[in-house]
């Protein structure tokens, strides 16, 4: 039997939307990633886009467990001499509420072409407002 390898033509692109109020960052992010990449269709195959597209929206009420918020820190470097920076989970959702969402899908994301691809199907917004609704997003339950 020979391997089956799905192609860009044949895939089917469905759209979903996730709505992150109240829920765990780590688990949004984990559906979020599964989906993008494909896994769960059974036409999965690792080195071809063959995922969906994500909508998260609410991403300013995703919530963090225990003393997260305050310890956990994301840490850019800017390009110049002790250019490295730090902010809690509580500073960066201040400033940029979807930020800490997106680095933790693009971290479950391979990290080459395919997954600089795979990350432009991911859609994520502050509010409940979203302007995708021509697409027909199915909800996504988390």
């Known amino acids: 039997m020979k391997t089956y390898f799905a192609k860009n033509e044949d895939v089917k692109n469905d759209w979903y939307v996730i709505d992150a109020s109240g829920k765990t960052l780590g688990r949004v992010a984990a559906k979020a990633a599964s989906v993008l990449?494909?896994?769960h269709k059974a036409s999965y195959t690792p080195n071809s886009i063959c995922g969906d597209f994500v909508v998260i929206v609410n991403a300013e009420k995703i919530q963090v467990t225990g003393k997260k918020a305050d310890n956990m820190l994301y840490r850019h470097y800017t390009g110049y001499v002790r250019g490295l920076r730090s902010y809690s989970f509580n500073?960066?959702?201040e400033k940029h509420p979807t930020e800490p969402l997106k680095r933790t899908i693009w971290g479950m994301l391979?990290?080459?072409?395919?997954?600089r691809k795979?990350?432009?199907n991911l859609k994520i917004y502050e509010g409940p407002e979203h302007p995708h609704a021509a697409q027909n997003p199915?909800?996504?339950e988390v």
């Open 91 to 93: 500073t960066l959702i």
């Open 110 to 115: 391979p990290h080459n072409r395919l997954g």
């Open 138 to 140: 199915k909800p996504l």
């Open 118 to 120: 795979i990350i432009g």
């Open 37 to 39: 990449r494909g896994k």
